[in-house]
């Protein structure tokens, strides 16, 4: 979702960002996307505080961030550009479509339901709801399951390495939205927009490549 359909990734880098400041940890906006989109904020901030030995409560942290984040986030809610219009074709395709995020289930559907999408979604899947989160499997293989459908038969569409990792190991298929093309990245194909995206290239896209 944060990053693919909602303009939110800036806010979580942005929030994180100060609070481990005031931890002593300074990080980038460029490293910090790169190594932890899509992971959770748990294990997020567990990573970082081992690294720089930092031994307060992991779980102090993440309650932290998310009311920073409920107090910055109005008018901070927007989609990505052609993010909506996707959503509406595919779903016009009679695609079945869930969204698997390493954000808390409440804001997710506030998420959707600010950007007026949550009625095409058959499905919503955070990181709660399974025992481990991105780059695991288990976020894209419960969100097949509570489509009825099979691993093989999805197409995911991830902005975060950490997210086409998790998609890969669960047999699915993986459009990588990327600013710049990296063949290292580990998805099936990359657009740098979702207006690339149209029901041709998912249909032909392999499953493994």
Same mark, same amino acid.
């Given at each position: 979702?944060? #990053? $693919? @359909?909602? *303009?939110?990734?800036?806010?979580?880098?942005?929030?994180? =960002?100060?609070?481990?400041?005031?931890?002593?940890?300074?990080?980038?906006?460029?490293?910090? !996307?790169?190594?932890?989109?899509?992971? =959770?904020?748990?294990?997020?901030?567990?990573? +970082?505080?081992?690294?720089?030995?930092?031994?307060?409560?992991?779980?102090?942290?993440?309650? !932290?961030?998310?009311?920073? +984040?409920?107090?910055?986030?109005?008018?901070?809610?927007?989609?990505?550009?052609?993010?909506?219009?996707?959503?509406?074709?595919?779903?016009?395709?009679?695609?079945?479509?869930?969204?698997? %995020?390493? =954000? /808390?289930?409440?804001?997710?559907?506030?998420?959707?339901?600010?950007?007026?999408?949550?009625?095409?979604?058959?499905? $919503?899947?955070?990181?709660?709801?399974?025992?481990? #989160?991105? /780059?695991?499997? *288990?976020?894209?293989?419960?969100?097949? *399951?509570?489509?009825?459908?099979?691993?093989?038969?999805?197409?995911? @569409?991830?902005?975060?390495?950490? #997210?086409?990792? #998790?998609?890969?190991?669960?047999? +699915?298929?993986?459009?990588?939205?990327? =600013?710049?093309?990296?063949?290292?990245?580990?998805? !099936?194909?990359?657009?740098?927009?979702?207006?690339?995206?149209?029901?041709? +290239?998912?249909? *032909?896209?392999?499953?493994? %490549?």
């Amino acid at each position: 979702m944060d #990053g $693919v @359909i909602s *303009d939110t990734e800036k806010l979580h880098i942005e929030v994180e =960002s100060a609070l481990l400041n005031e931890y002593g940890i300074a990080t980038s906006p460029e490293q910090h !996307t790169g190594k932890y989109s899509g992971i =959770s904020d748990e294990k997020m901030f567990r990573d +970082m505080f081992e690294r720089h030995s930092v031994t307060r409560p992991v779980g102090e942290a993440v309650r !932290t961030k998310w009311e920073r +984040m409920h107090q910055a986030k109005d008018g901070r809610i927007v989609a990505i550009p052609n993010a909506i219009s996707l959503i509406q074709n595919l779903k016009h395709e009679g695609f079945k479509l869930a969204v698997a %995020s390493a =954000s /808390p289930k409440a804001f997710i559907i506030e998420v959707l339901q600010t950007l007026g999408v949550s009625a095409y979604f058959d499905a $919503v899947v955070s990181a709660e709801d399974v025992p481990e #989160g991105k /780059p695991a499997p *288990d976020i894209f293989l419960r969100a097949a *399951d509570l489509l009825g459908v099979l691993p093989r038969e999805i197409v995911v @569409i991830e902005d975060g390495r950490s #997210g086409m990792i #998790g998609a890969r190991a669960a047999g +699915m298929a993986c459009i990588g939205l990327v =600013s710049n093309d990296s063949s290292d990245l580990p998805a !099936t194909i990359t657009v740098s927009s979702l207006s690339q995206i149209n029901i041709d +290239m998912i249909n *032909d896209l392999p499953v493994s %490549s």
